[in-house]
């Protein structure tokens, strides 16, 4: 079973550069969060909703793999599935795509812990039961 695998496209902003017309190395885990952020709206909730229901996610882990350089204009699509999940944790693994050829440019993952507003571990499972197999069913293919 593959997970279901969520796209996101955006294009480089020239602030996103350095002067030889290259993303910046840390934008990419900022366009992770774009990913996370996304993925989680299709779940017909955002983060924020998530927050107010007492329920935090902050990260833990992170990792990166730069392949091949994104340029100013370039429209990249952030492809973000969720590779872990248990009541506590929860890994999401990225890539980052050049939309023009494929081209795969950056792989990654970061890892969170689910929290709550005190940063003391909650497990999701018990304190919201459908958010938790919401994301389980994501990681399982959408069966």
């Known amino acids: 079973m ?3 695998v969520h796209s996101h496209r955006l294009r480089v902003r020239y602030s ?9 190395h840390t934008n ?8 996370r952020t996304e993925f ?3 779940a017909d909730l ?3 909703q998530l927050e107010e229901k007492g329920v935090l996610l902050p990260l833990t882990d992170a990792a990166i793999s730069y392949k091949k350089p994104a340029k100013y204009d370039d ?3 952030v492809r973000t599935h969720v590779s872990e999940i248990t009541p506590v944790r929860l890994t999401f693994s990225y890539e980052i795509v050049r939309v023009e050829d494929d ?13 709550n507003a005190s940063f003391r571990p909650i497990r999701l499972s018990r304190t919201e039961p459908e958010v938790y197999a919401w ?9």
Do not use: A, C
């Open 28 to 35: 990419y885990l900022n366009w992770f969060e774009v990913g």
């Open 135 to 143: 994301l389980e069913k994501q990681h399982k293919g959408g069966e």
């Open 40 to 42: 989680i709206r299709h």
């Open 103 to 115: 081209e795969l440019l950056v792989t990654g993952s970061t890892m969170h812990v689910f929290t």
């Open 2 to 4: 593959k997970p279901v």
């Open 46 to 48: 955002t983060y924020r």
């Open 16 to 24: 996103e550069t350095d002067r030889m017309g290259v993303v910046y």
């Open 75 to 77: 429209e990249v699509e």
